[in-house]
């Protein structure tokens, strides 16, 4: 549907739980790396817990930074080679993710993964699977009203930098937050469409005025 809104309009199209999300997403994990010593964003090995249009431009965006390894999962677990029964925009996204072919449902796959970034429903993940995690994990669960797994639990289990969706957390990581700057650069430059580009600068600045605050506590 954005696509076909894209070429019939003259004004900006933007899907907002996606490009927003992905926006958003991506400027928190640049920030957390920041708190972290000797964890590179192009190293960090990632789990996305839904493989709809969120998850799907999270991924893109993070691929446009040089992370190397990103993993969709959807309900059943991992995309991977053998599912027959993906779409088209899911079969494209294999081609540049899960580069080592990993199986299995979201409590394996997420073993040893610097980053979780939920944006599918509540309980998908555990205090044990944040356990299971490399060190100083950073968990994004992002489902809304309730996360994939609640701040307390994940900071149990041992949760370097946690976020959610919410703004009664400490590290809210919301699509919205994107919404006055991205709008505001598209009419200042009387833009006929959202780009990659602008999604990039809108990520820079952001980036640059936020502050992600380790194990939930406000600074």
Known sequence: IEERLKKSLSIPVFHDDQHGTAIIVAAAIINSIKLIENKKIEDLEIVINGAGAAGIAIAKILLNMNVKNIILCDRSGALEASIENLNYVQKEMLKVTNIRNEKGPLKDIIKGKDV???????????????ESMSEKPIILAMANPTPEIMPEEAK?????????????????????????????????VKAKEIIEEM?????????????????????
């Open 116 to 130: 979780f970034i939920g944006v599918s429903g509540p309980g998908a993940v555990t205090k044990e699977m944040v």
């Open 156 to 188: 149990l289990g041992g949760a370097f930098i946690m976020g959610t969706g919410r703004s009664d957390f400490p590290n809210q990581v919301n699509n919205v937050l994107a919404f006055p700057g991205i709008f505001r650069g598209a009419l200042d």
């Open 199 to 219: 999604k990039i600068a809108e990520l820079s600045a952001f980036r640059n005025k936020a502050k992600m605050v380790v194990s939930g506590s406000v600074e």
